[in-house]
């Protein structure tokens, strides 16, 4: 039996705390904060609730394996879970309304030919079709096993280009997912749809590779669902399951240092001082936060933070920089929520130029911090039919979110550039929910700085999902390090972030730890 010492208690470290316990392993768990779940979180007020994280998850085979890896209980018998349907309402600026059925392809088809255009949901499927050859593709080497040596493969793009018309037919394929729209949807509503799916996971269309609509097409084709209670019943649950499989769990110990011993990882040093021996150690934290752990002196150095066969520690960068931050606008609205109401709606931005330009940059070379951030983003709107959310029937829980730069060209710091930014979400989600504004009754606001402060990622930002292409620069650190006995798990590691991906990324590490370097995933 050999001793674990896990770093964080976010949903990947947990995942990979549970398999091990299974497997045999003593395993304990030092989370610098007072709670578990890491960027999944819950606020609860006067009856209300709401999820501060996730808000739908996907590929829930993920935590259907884990469950029946780790317990009796399956993963619904834990958790009550259901399908979301409609999977999202679309609100364009002309007006136009779609509501995209969950896990149907033909239903999808119909309701763009009926919302759109004859024609359209057609030439929608043929994109999602091209976007299955790249799930078929990368799945297991992307999703499903460890980085291997030769990583540098998964930057090449394996998005299938249909081949062009006439004089340059033979030109090169689309380069990124902007191209792809522009090339084969260029109806500017189609195009902005999916572009919204690159957003929501924190990308910046214009640089992600075309690889990236396997985003929409893994949410069109395995559903999204919802837990009755919120993300956050998950984390619950998962805690729980660690917790029945003996995990130890310490709350408010910051871990400081990473003890070496004969050129290994041997344990941890804590905040007082106190050393936890160990015979590896997981880091389910931010790989950012490594290199003062292993005697480094900033956060970005490669030499000291030492990932394994994978890329550099900055890579993953979601449109040039770190990734994006979310902000989160919790209200709590007086009056019944109607039977219509999507569980779903995304408002789009009139002017995603503006948008765009406001969370990644547009490339002038001016900061951030100098330009005015989008008047109208696109906001996601939740508005979940689960009585646990709610005081009564009288009152609902409604949740906005928005993308946006961790730091510019708003201040977080600034109280009132915050609660402006508030004001310009729930004018835009009216067009979602008429009268919200004079229905509220209180709301709760949270910054990338309430994210940094709760899961101590730099700046705030949200981790992606890995995706193949751009040379390898949506990748994520390998989850086996050049120092043995180091794992890596995790939304800042591979493969990326999301709910889905951080429990993929535990299973990869449990499976590196108990069968070694060779293991390659479940068969």
């Given amino acids: 039996m050999a001793r674990i010492a896990v770093i964080g208690a976010g949903m990947g470290a947990m995942a990979a705390a549970a398999r091990l316990a299974v497997a045999g392993h003593r395993v304990a768990v030092y989370e610098r904060g007072d709670t578990h779940g890491g960027g999944v979180r819950r606020l609860a007020r006067d009856g209300f609730a709401f999820d501060t994280g996730p808000g739908l998850l996907h590929l829930p085979a993920v935590y259907r394996d ?3 890896k780790t317990g009796k209980e399956s993963l619904e018998q834990s958790v009550e879970l259901s399908q979301v349907d409609p999977a999202s309402r679309h609100l364009f600026p002309d007006g136009t309304v779609l509501s995209l059925p969950n896990a149907s392809r033909a239903g999808v088809v119909q309701a763009l ?26 799945r297991r080497p992307l999703l499903e096993e460890p980085l291997r040596p030769d990583w540098r493969v998964l930057g090449r793009d394996p998005y299938p280009a249909p081949r062009r018309r006439g004089l340059f037919r033979r030109g090169a394929g689309p380069a990124t997912l902007a191209d792809v729209g522009k090339r084969e949807l260029r109806d500017p509503r189609l195009v902005a749809l999916l572009e919204s799916y690159a957003l929501a996971y924190g990308f910046d269309p214009r640089r992600a ?20 209670g919120g993300m956050r019943t998950l984390a619950d649950a998962l805690y729980e399951r660690c917790r029945a499989r003996k995990v130890e769990f310490s709350f408010g110990s910051e871990v400081t240092r990473i003890v070496e011993k004969d050129g290994r990882a041997a344990g941890v040093e804590l905040a007082d001082g106190a050393v936890a021996a160990a015979d590896s150690v997981v880091c389910g934290v931010d790989p950012a936060l490594l290199a003062p752990m292993l005697g480094g002196t900033g956060p970005w150095e490669e030499e000291d933070v030492r990932p394994g066969a994978g890329p550099k520690p900055n890579a993953g960068a979601a449109g040039g920089g770190r990734g994006v931050g979310r902000f989160t606008v919790c209200l709590a609205v007086r009056g019944a929520r109607p039977e219509s109401a999507a569980h ?37 709107v939740l508005r979940p039919d689960d009585p646990t959310t709610r005081p009564d029937d009288g009152h609902e829980a409604v949740t906005l979110t928005a993308a946006v730069a961790p730091h510019g060209p708003v201040d977080w710091r600034d109280a009132e550039a915050v609660e402006r930014y508030a004001d310009r979400l729930a004018a835009v989600a009216e067009a979602a929910v008429p009268g919200l504004r004079d229905r509220t009754l209180w709301r709760a606001v949270r910054t990338p700085l309430d994210t940094a402060a709760e899961t101590g990622a730099v700046d705030g930002a949200v981790p992606g999902p890995v995706l193949a292409g751009g040379d390898g620069e949506f990748l994520r650190p390998a989850n086996a390090t050049r120092l043995p006995g180091l794992y890596l798990a995790g939304g800042w590691s591979h493969p990326g972030g999301g709910l889905a991906h951080a429990g993929m990324s535990g299973a990869m590490v449990a499976g590196l730890i108990v069968d070694g370097a060779d293991w390659r995933g479940s068969q």
């Fill in 66 to 68: 884990l469950f029946v």
């Fill in 344 to 380: 779903r709606t995304v408002v789009h931005a009139p002017d995603r130029t503006a948008e765009l330009a406001g969370v990644f940059g547009d490339g002038d070379g001016r900061p951030r911090g100098t330009r005015t951030p989008c008047e109208r983003p696109t906001v996601t």
């Fill in 113 to 138: 030919d009926g919302a759109v255009g004859a024609g359209m949901g057609e030439r929608w499927s043929d994109l999602v079709n091209r976007a299955r050859e790249v799930w078929d593709a990368t």
């Fill in 209 to 228: 590779p075309a690889s990236a609509t396997a985003l929409p097409y893994l949410e069109q084709t395995f559903g999204s669902w919802y837990v009755r």
